[in-house]
Protein backbone atom coordinates (compact mmCIF):
# COMPACT_ATOMS: atom_id res chain seq x y z
CA UNK A 1 0.00 0.00 0.00
CA UNK A 2 -0.36 2.55 -1.21
CA UNK A 3 -1.31 0.58 -4.70
CA UNK A 4 0.24 0.81 -7.88
CA UNK A 5 -1.35 2.16 -11.18
CA UNK A 6 -2.33 -0.66 -13.31
CA UNK A 7 -1.09 -0.17 -16.75
CA UNK A 8 -0.63 -2.56 -20.15
CA UNK A 9 2.08 -5.09 -19.35
CA UNK A 10 5.94 -4.30 -19.53
CA UNK A 11 6.56 -7.71 -17.39
CA UNK A 12 6.26 -11.57 -18.69
CA UNK A 13 4.55 -12.42 -15.41
CA UNK A 14 2.03 -9.17 -15.79
CA UNK A 15 3.52 -8.11 -12.22
CA UNK A 16 1.53 -4.53 -13.87
CA UNK A 17 -1.88 -5.86 -13.60
CA UNK A 18 -1.56 -6.67 -9.95
CA UNK A 19 -1.06 -2.89 -7.75
CA UNK A 20 -1.06 -4.83 -4.50
CA UNK A 21 1.18 -7.76 -5.63
CA UNK A 22 4.33 -8.07 -4.49
CA UNK A 23 5.00 -10.65 -6.89
CA UNK A 24 2.55 -11.96 -9.90
CA UNK A 25 5.35 -15.08 -11.11
CA UNK A 26 2.70 -17.58 -11.20
CA UNK A 27 1.02 -15.59 -14.11
CA UNK A 28 4.08 -15.97 -16.39
CA UNK A 29 2.15 -19.20 -17.90
CA UNK A 30 -0.93 -17.23 -19.31
CA UNK A 31 1.60 -14.21 -20.16
CA UNK A 32 3.54 -16.59 -22.21
CA UNK A 33 0.39 -18.94 -23.47
CA UNK A 34 -1.50 -16.36 -24.68
CA UNK A 35 0.89 -12.75 -25.21
CA UNK A 36 -1.71 -11.57 -27.86
CA UNK A 37 -4.72 -11.27 -24.96
CA UNK A 38 -2.21 -9.14 -22.25
CA UNK A 39 -0.32 -6.98 -25.07
CA UNK A 40 3.05 -8.48 -23.84
CA UNK A 41 3.87 -10.07 -27.49
CA UNK A 42 7.46 -7.80 -27.39
CA UNK A 43 8.42 -9.43 -24.08
CA UNK A 44 8.49 -13.53 -24.96
CA UNK A 45 11.37 -15.21 -23.47
CA UNK A 46 13.58 -17.08 -26.05
CA UNK A 47 15.62 -19.18 -23.88
CA UNK A 48 14.83 -20.73 -20.76
CA UNK A 49 17.08 -21.94 -17.92
CA UNK A 50 15.34 -24.12 -15.87
CA UNK A 51 17.09 -26.27 -12.46
CA UNK A 52 15.76 -28.51 -10.61
CA UNK A 53 12.13 -27.26 -11.00
CA UNK A 54 9.75 -30.15 -13.05
CA UNK A 55 6.82 -27.14 -13.51
CA UNK A 56 5.64 -29.55 -16.71
CA UNK A 57 3.87 -31.66 -13.77
CA UNK A 58 3.56 -29.05 -11.02
CA UNK A 59 2.98 -25.78 -13.14
CA UNK A 60 -1.09 -24.78 -14.57
CA UNK A 61 -1.53 -28.54 -16.02
CA UNK A 62 -0.17 -30.78 -18.34
CA UNK A 63 -1.66 -29.57 -21.53
CA UNK A 64 -1.37 -25.83 -20.61
CA UNK A 65 2.55 -26.46 -19.66
CA UNK A 66 3.30 -27.98 -22.81
CA UNK A 67 1.61 -25.47 -24.80
CA UNK A 68 4.34 -22.84 -22.72
CA UNK A 69 7.16 -24.92 -22.83
CA UNK A 70 7.06 -25.68 -26.94
CA UNK A 71 6.61 -21.60 -27.19
CA UNK A 72 10.21 -21.28 -26.06
CA UNK A 73 12.69 -21.85 -28.46
CA UNK A 74 15.50 -22.35 -26.58
CA UNK A 75 15.55 -24.64 -23.07
CA UNK A 76 18.56 -25.69 -20.99
CA UNK A 77 17.84 -27.94 -17.79
CA UNK A 78 19.72 -28.46 -15.13
CA UNK A 79 18.38 -31.79 -13.63
CA UNK A 80 19.19 -34.74 -11.41
CA UNK A 81 16.82 -37.15 -13.22
CA UNK A 82 15.10 -36.56 -16.83
CA UNK A 83 11.76 -35.80 -15.75
CA UNK A 84 8.73 -33.92 -17.46
CA UNK A 85 10.40 -30.45 -18.05
CA UNK A 86 13.65 -32.03 -18.87
CA UNK A 87 12.22 -33.23 -21.54
CA UNK A 88 11.34 -30.66 -23.50
CA UNK A 89 14.86 -29.16 -22.82
CA UNK A 90 17.27 -28.69 -25.91
CA UNK A 91 19.94 -29.51 -23.82
CA UNK A 92 20.61 -31.14 -20.18
CA UNK A 93 23.76 -30.66 -17.83
CA UNK A 94 23.61 -33.47 -15.19
CA UNK A 95 22.86 -31.90 -11.69
CA UNK A 96 24.31 -32.95 -8.24
CA UNK A 97 21.97 -34.49 -5.26
CA UNK A 98 22.38 -33.00 -2.43
CA UNK A 99 23.98 -35.66 -0.94
CA UNK A 100 27.21 -35.11 -3.95
CA UNK A 101 27.38 -31.36 -3.50
CA UNK A 102 29.05 -28.44 -1.24
CA UNK A 103 25.96 -25.75 -0.24
CA UNK A 104 26.40 -23.51 2.55
CA UNK A 105 23.17 -22.91 3.16
CA UNK A 106 19.29 -22.72 1.74
CA UNK A 107 19.18 -19.03 2.08
CA UNK A 108 22.64 -19.03 -0.37
CA UNK A 109 20.64 -20.09 -3.01
CA UNK A 110 16.96 -17.98 -2.35
CA UNK A 111 15.34 -20.19 0.34
CA UNK A 112 15.40 -20.04 4.34
CA UNK A 113 17.11 -19.88 6.94
CA UNK A 114 14.42 -21.62 9.87
CA UNK A 115 14.13 -19.95 13.09
CA UNK A 116 13.69 -22.31 16.20
CA UNK A 117 12.21 -18.74 18.63
CA UNK A 118 15.50 -18.26 19.35
CA UNK A 119 18.45 -16.40 17.77
CA UNK A 120 20.13 -16.68 16.09
CA UNK A 121 18.17 -19.11 13.48
CA UNK A 122 19.10 -22.77 12.72
CA UNK A 123 21.94 -22.43 9.80
CA UNK A 124 22.37 -25.58 7.97
CA UNK A 125 24.15 -26.62 4.53
CA UNK A 126 25.40 -29.68 3.07
CA UNK A 127 28.96 -30.81 1.42
CA UNK A 128 29.75 -34.17 -0.95
CA UNK A 129 29.14 -37.30 1.40
CA UNK A 130 29.03 -39.77 -1.74
CA UNK A 131 30.14 -39.11 -5.15
CA UNK A 132 28.10 -38.53 -8.67
CA UNK A 133 27.75 -41.42 -10.73
CA UNK A 134 29.38 -39.89 -13.31
CA UNK A 135 33.04 -38.31 -14.34
CA UNK A 136 32.90 -34.46 -14.02
CA UNK A 137 33.32 -33.56 -17.73
CA UNK A 138 33.77 -30.04 -16.91
CA UNK A 139 37.14 -29.01 -15.36
CA UNK A 140 35.41 -30.23 -12.17
CA UNK A 141 32.47 -27.95 -12.64
CA UNK A 142 29.94 -30.38 -11.47
CA UNK A 143 27.57 -27.95 -8.48
CA UNK A 144 24.75 -26.08 -10.24
CA UNK A 145 26.44 -23.22 -8.78
CA UNK A 146 29.74 -23.47 -10.55
CA UNK A 147 28.00 -24.28 -13.58
CA UNK A 148 25.80 -20.87 -13.28
CA UNK A 149 28.66 -18.91 -12.68
CA UNK A 150 30.50 -20.17 -15.64
CA UNK A 151 27.76 -19.50 -18.04
CA UNK A 152 27.73 -15.73 -16.62
CA UNK A 153 31.15 -15.29 -17.07
CA UNK A 154 30.98 -16.98 -20.53
CA UNK A 155 27.82 -14.54 -21.64
CA UNK A 156 29.19 -11.49 -19.79
CA UNK A 157 27.43 -10.73 -17.26
CA UNK A 158 29.56 -11.84 -14.09
CA UNK A 159 29.95 -8.46 -12.77
CA UNK A 160 26.20 -8.49 -12.62
CA UNK A 161 26.08 -11.61 -10.40
CA UNK A 162 29.36 -10.32 -7.88
CA UNK A 163 26.51 -7.14 -7.50
CA UNK A 164 23.69 -8.99 -6.51
CA UNK A 165 25.59 -11.62 -4.29
CA UNK A 166 26.84 -8.45 -2.57
CA UNK A 167 23.35 -6.89 -1.77
CA UNK A 168 21.89 -10.07 -1.17
CA UNK A 169 24.13 -11.07 1.23
CA UNK A 170 24.71 -8.10 3.00
CA UNK A 171 28.61 -8.26 2.44
CA UNK A 172 30.35 -5.85 4.08
CA UNK A 173 33.08 -4.07 2.75
CA UNK A 174 36.15 -6.78 3.40
CA UNK A 175 34.18 -9.36 1.56
CA UNK A 176 32.54 -7.76 -0.78
CA UNK A 177 32.74 -9.18 -4.35
CA UNK A 178 35.11 -6.94 -7.21
CA UNK A 179 33.67 -5.90 -10.16
CA UNK A 180 36.36 -7.56 -12.92
CA UNK A 181 37.53 -9.96 -10.99
CA UNK A 182 36.53 -13.47 -11.03
CA UNK A 183 35.88 -15.65 -7.60
CA UNK A 184 35.94 -19.34 -7.63
CA UNK A 185 32.59 -20.77 -6.11
CA UNK A 186 34.05 -22.00 -2.73
CA UNK A 187 35.64 -18.18 -3.17
CA UNK A 188 32.13 -17.13 -2.63
CA UNK A 189 30.87 -19.81 -0.38
CA UNK A 190 34.17 -18.98 1.76
CA UNK A 191 32.85 -14.92 1.84
CA UNK A 192 29.14 -15.60 2.45
CA UNK A 193 30.15 -18.14 5.65
CA UNK A 194 32.67 -15.39 7.10
CA UNK A 195 30.35 -12.47 6.34
CA UNK A 196 27.18 -14.28 7.81
CA UNK A 197 29.00 -16.51 10.93
CA UNK A 198 32.07 -14.93 11.41
Not at 32 to 57: C, D, F, H, W
Not at 71 to 90: G, H, M, N, R, Y
Not at 178 to 189: A, F, I, N, S
Amino acid sequence: YPPRTVTPPESIDLFELFPVACYSRPFAVMGIKEPEKYGNTSIQPTVLLQRRANMAYTGGGKEVMTDVLRKIPFIVSLATEIEETAEFADVIIPSLHYLEEMKPAASFTGGFIYHTGSQPGVFFGSKPVVSPPFETPWDGLINDGQILLELARRVGFLDDVYAACNMQWNLPPEYSLDPGQEYTYQELVDRYLKASHG
